[in-house]
């Protein structure tokens, strides 16, 4: 017993040893969803060089605002420290690094080199790029923190590294003697308090031959320090052929002396290959946390590169003090606290997959982004619904609290339950004049049981979210023993009710009164809906599919309704979402009729298919989304990533199930994209996937078995996953309309029958 033990431990090891040699860090793409702009949405991401949550990323700059980097773009203008979570949504904290050779240029467009992509490598863990306008090639790798880096610069009597500390207000100082820029930048557009900034701090491995500083373009030579709402400072030297510089910043949102603590932590006397070599080794750590088999390489770069985006947000946001705790700037009220605080993250996106996959193979830092939750609750009064890095007047709903009711039901309750609660409770209840806090429209939900169009915009979708989350603060109330509070809460969660029309077959606004707005069009959007038409938004019920279905007339008429989802004409109206057009124009693209993948609201909606027991139309639809709306390429995305939801649901969906309803746990099957799949989970078990005969047409399950048994229910639950188990599937060309048929099959929900 005790031998075969130790052999079955061997064999583990030696196993996972073998993932990790194959370097799986190295089929991440980080240009995947580059190819993006304000009217085409294939991503909308930047390069991010970046440690797993890293607090501060490194990107390539092409652009000033928004997009920050572009793939048609052919000139960059700095190696840029950025925060940003989205383009929609302007970045904070931000400066740049930009060598120049010949004739000092400061201006940031002016100062911009050609490149091109056969010169340029984008890794997680490394950058490098040819800047053909001044002959130098420019590298970095990144740390939780910092960055490092390296310089190649050709034989030059003027060779300069500029740093732009960006607008909104920024100061700079050299210390000639010391090798050493410090200085902040308070661009901002977060909502934070006013002492807000990004401090930094660069030390150079040279001398410098001059420097100085600019205000506004106007260069001042030999100046040591510089405020004003643009600053920057530039050093000079004497280069010869392929001379090579290095360059260490260390950043902190609290101060300069932190900034260079964090420095000294995470880069101190390393060079810049042994900084790259952890870099790799880290990303490359958990990466191997996931290993497919029976796939192409295509399709590696398609699931790592999302693995790796899911790694992205929520961003650390704390830092180390001189005990070795935890502390941080509060971007809430300006003061510095113990504990820990994560931020960069959009509740409305991330709710749906990304969090339910940090349950799985991130417990742990799950916990530790909730506490940093309720200690922004205990900071500003509120959770926030979008927080970048304090509250972001940003999307609907309180997700907070599917997120917390997730981890709880899921075991993870390392963070303090009750104070978790009462902002829940407070979000639900309390009604707020501030933007980013709390639910707008609450006091109509509250006494209409749902919230007026002709009050409010984005009522539908505020109403069918608001119905969800009091669903998740129901959970919890009734799990703490508060029995009134789960009545009221439980009864408001059936509000979705009130805003289904029988007569059109959809979720429809309705006016104060009572009456549905006119005109009506299921195609049009915005208006009563957020980011989407009644087309999308009819199906957000996570918690009830079974009451959903029973408004829609049954299973067969449920089901009738998803499929003309899919069959539809691809038309739209624009509405009221003008500045949305790419992800109207994704869907039209898609060829799937009215669903589209771009944005998040129909993310749950193919899987809805095992409701109403035919699973196999889940299984097809399924599989057309991964085979062709996700590719390994700048254009690999068909919308908004969003902070790693995009690729979450990729993620899920690869291993072949998906979270309909975060808040309960268990997952909806769908269709596995692999023949084999292994997640090596936390507590050091593992729960593999394995698909027999499966192809790309052979993507239709016949049978299933758990743990060698056969299983026919469309689900699986959490704890058969984190327990560590096997999930077994035969796959076919052809739907076995036996499998998963039986109403003892369907998964969760509020509504039994």
């Given amino acids: 017993m005790i031998k075969t033990f130790f052999q079955g431990l061997l064999f583990l090891m030696i196993s996972y040893t073998l993932i990790a040699k194959e370097n799986l860090e190295n089929y991440v793409n980080p240009l995947i969803g580059t190819d993006s702009s304000y009217k085409l949405s294939n991503g909308n991401t930047y390069p991010s060089i970046s440690l797993p949550f890293g607090m501060t990323a490194w990107t390539p700059q092409t652009c000033e605002k928004h997009w920050i980097y572009t793939y048609k773009a052919d000139s960059i203008q700095g190696l840029r420290a950025t925060h940003q979570p989205s383009p929609w949504i302007a970045d904070y904290g931000n400066f740049s690094i930009m060598p120049v050779v010949g004739k000092l240029r400061v ?51 003027s060779s300069f590294v500029l740093i732009d500390a960006h607008p909104e207000g920024s100061f700079v100082k050299i210390f000639p003697e010391e090798n050493k820029i410090v200085g902040y930048t308070r661009s901002n557009n977060g909502g934070t308090p006013d002492n807000f900034a990004c401090y930094f701090v660069a030390v150079f491995d040279k001398a410098f031959m001059s420097h100085g500083t600019w205000s506004s373009g106007v260069i001042q030579l030999d100046s040591i320090d510089k405020k004003s709402e643009h600053v920057g400072a530039f050093v000079k030297f004497k280069t010869y052929k392929n001379e090579v510089i290095h360059l260490k910043i260390g950043t902190s949102f609290i101060s300069i002396k932190q900034a260079e603590k964090n420095l000294k932590n995470e880069i101190g006397d390393l060079s810049f290959d042994k900084i790259k070599d952890r870099a790799q080794k880290v990303w490359n750590k958990e990466l191997s946390k996931i290993q497919i088999e029976g796939c192409t390489d295509e399709q590696k770069v398609i699931f790592y590169t999302a693995f790796y985006r899911c790694l992205l947000f929520p961003r650390v ?56 939750l309720i200690n922004a609750y205990d900071e500003g009064g509120w959770f926030p619904k979008w927080m970048s890095p304090g509250y972001r007047d940003c999307m609907i709903g309180t997700h907070v609290a599917s997120v917390i009711a997730d981890a709880y039901f899921k075991g993870i309750r390392e963070f303090d339950v009750n104070k978790a609660y009462e902002a829940m409770v407070k979000d639900a209840m309390v009604i707020s004049n501030q933007g980013g806090r709390g639910r707008l429209g609450i006091e109509y939900f509250k006494n209409l049981g749902y919230v007026p169009a002709d009050k409010i915009g984005e009522a539908v979708s505020r109403t069918l979210e608001f119905a969800y989350d009091d669903f998740c603060v129901a959970k919890m109330a009734k799990e703490l023993g508060k029995k009134d509070d789960y009545e009221l809460f439980i009864n408001r969660s059936m509000n979705y009710k009130n805003v289904f029309d029988k007569s ?41 599919i079974q009451g959903l279905i029973n408004l829609i007339g049954g299973k067969e008429a449920f089901s009738r309704k998803l499929d003309a989802l899919f069959s539809n004409p691809p038309n739209f109206k624009v509405g009221s979402y003008r500045h949305v057009i790419h992800e109207m124009t994704e869907m039209v693209q898609a060829n799937m009729g009215q669903y589209a993948h771009g944005n998040e609201p129909v993310h749950h909606v193919i899987y809805l298919y095992n409701y109403s027991s035919q699973p196999w139309k889940a299984q097809k639809w399924v599989r057309k989304v991964m085979d062709e709306l996700y590719g390994p390429d700048q254009d690999g995305l068909c919308g908004d990533e969003d902070n790693g939801q995009m690729s979450a649901w990729y993620i899920f969906s690869a291993l072949g199930f998906y979270p309909v309803c975060p808040g309960e746990p268990f997952y909806v099957i769908g269709s596995p994209k692999f023949s084999k799949a292994t997640v090596h989970l936390p507590n050091g078990k593992t729960f593999i996937v394995e698909a027999h005969n499966n192809s790309k047409s052979n993507r239709f399950i016949q049978s299933v078995k758990l743990n060698e048994k056969e299983y026919t229910k469309t689900w699986i639950s959490h704890s058969a996953i984190v327990d560590g188990s096997k999930l077994e599937f035969v796959m076919g060309p052809e739907p076995n309309k036996k499998w998963g048929n039986s109403s003892e099959d369907v998964p969760f929900s509020l509504t039994k029958e």
Wanted: glycine residues 8%; charged residues 25%; aromatic residues 20%.
């Fill in 317 to 372: 946001w704390y830092e180390i003090d001189d005990r070795g705790n935890p502390y941080h700037f509060s971007p809430y009220d300006g003061k510095i606290y113990t504990g820990f605080m994560y931020t960069d993250t959009g509740f409305w996106d991330t709710f749906r997959a990304v969090f339910p996959f940090f349950t799985i193979l991130y417990p742990k830092r799950d916990a530790e982004i909730i506490q940093g």
């Fill in 107 to 157: 201006d940031t467009r002016d100062r911009a080199s050609n490149f091109s992509h056969e010169n340029e490598k984008a890794l997680p863990y490394y950058y490098r790029v040819e800047l053909e306008r001044y002959n130098v090639k420019a590298e970095l790798s990144p740390t939780t923190r910092c960055s490092f880096i390296r310089l190649t610069f050709p034989k030059s009597d």
């Fill in 504 to 544: 059109t077959g959809f979720m429809r606004g309705r006016k104060q009164d009572g009456s549905w707005i006119e005109p009506f069009s299921p195609i049009e959007w915005g208006g009563s809906y957020t980011e989407g038409c009644a087309w999308h938004y009819s199906w957000s019920v996570q918690h009830d």
